[in-house]
């Protein structure tokens, strides 16, 4: 029997989203730097196993559009720029500059993804319980994690 990703293992993997392969090492339960839905769909998974995932990005807001004065960006400001700014609570948001008028900008605080459908080739390479005190740490430790 192959090992098998299960809640407690560490795994490593190569994930392609287009032109973009990256190899990670994660601790099952605390895989902060994966991208959304790739954690859920690797439990089970067989040391070898390929497999793709689809992940939808987080539900467009039309809310998050906003069009301001073009006066009110910094001269020169291309489009697709990202810009950061205090929102109407005061919290810090990223804006992307999605349309250029002669008069008008509308700037976008969606995420990069919101309504997008995401397509990621995984590969696992290696699958091994955690130690216990890679579970007492959260992350994993050795080659791939944290060397302390
Ligand atoms: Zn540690």
């Not at 069009?67 to 001269?75: D, G, K, Q, R, Y």
């Not at 993804?113 to 740490?137: C, I, M, S, Y």
């Amino acid at each position: 029997m192959p090992e098998t990703v299960n809640t407690t293992s560490v795994a490593k993997l190569t994930h392609q989203e287009r032109e973009e392969l990256l190899q990670v090492t994660v601790l099952m339960g605390h895989t902060d730097g994966l991208p959304a839905g790739l954690e859920a769909a690797l439990l089970g998974r067989a040391v070898g196993e390929r497999f793709v995932v689809e992940v939808s990005g987080p539900a467009f807001d039309i809310g998050l559009v906003q069009s301001i004065p073009l006066t009110e960006l910094p001269a020169g400001t291309p489009l697709g720029a990202l810009l950061y700014a205090a929102d109407d609570t005061g919290q810090p948001r990223s804006y992307r500059v999605t349309k250029l008028g002669d008069h008008i900008a509308e700037l976008d605080a969606n995420p990069e993804d919101a309504g997008q459908q995401r397509h990621f080739e995984v590969e696992v390479l290696t699958v091994r319980a955690a130690t216990p005190e890679e579970l007492a740490h959260r992350h994993v430790h050795g080659e791939g994690g944290h060397r302390h």
